[in-house]
Nanobody, 126 residues
Framework: QVQLVESGGGSVQAGGSLRLSCAAS????????MGWFRQAPGKEREWVAS????????YYADSVKGRFTISQDNAKKTMYLQMNSLKPEDTAMYSC???????????????????WGQGTQVTVSS
């Protein structure tokens, strides 16, 4: 397991930007994949983006493709989510997750992730 702490959430107007951070207690080769998920009130959890930590390959949900960028800084043991052109429908609690010691099938499936952060709230007003 790995401990994850998110930060960077807040309130912005539509069209604005935020950068979320996910600090991990460790970021070694056993952390195969990390991802961002979000959940709005009354809605199911939604996958946002993932990054395979060794090769740096990235994947995005269609709803955020072209607006959000996932990245990592291995030395800082931190994953980021740069969110641009934010929309009111992006309002949600954003959580980061890590798949530790497992070979991930589909990165969009939350079942692969066995470590989760507490989340950080993002609110986008129109």
């Amino acid at each position: 397991q790995v401990q994850l702490v998110e930060s960077g959430g807040g309130s912005v107007q539509a069209g604005g930007s935020l950068r979320l951070s996910c600090a991990a207690s460790r970021y070694d080769s056993s952390v195969n994949c990390m991802g961002w998920f979000r959940q709005a009130p009354g809605k199911e959890r939604e996958w946002v983006a993932s990054i395979y930590t060794v090769y740096g390959s990235t994947y995005y949900a269609d709803s955020v493709k072209g607006r959000f960028t996932i990245s990592q800084d291995n030395a800082k043991k931190t994953m980021y989510l740069q969110m641009n052109s934010l929309k009111p429908e992006d309002t949600a609690m954003y959580s980061c997750a890590a798949a530790v010691g497992v070979v991930v099938g589909s990165p969009r499936n939350p079942a692969w992730y066995n470590s989760w952060g507490q989340g950080t709230q993002v609110t986008v007003s129109s």
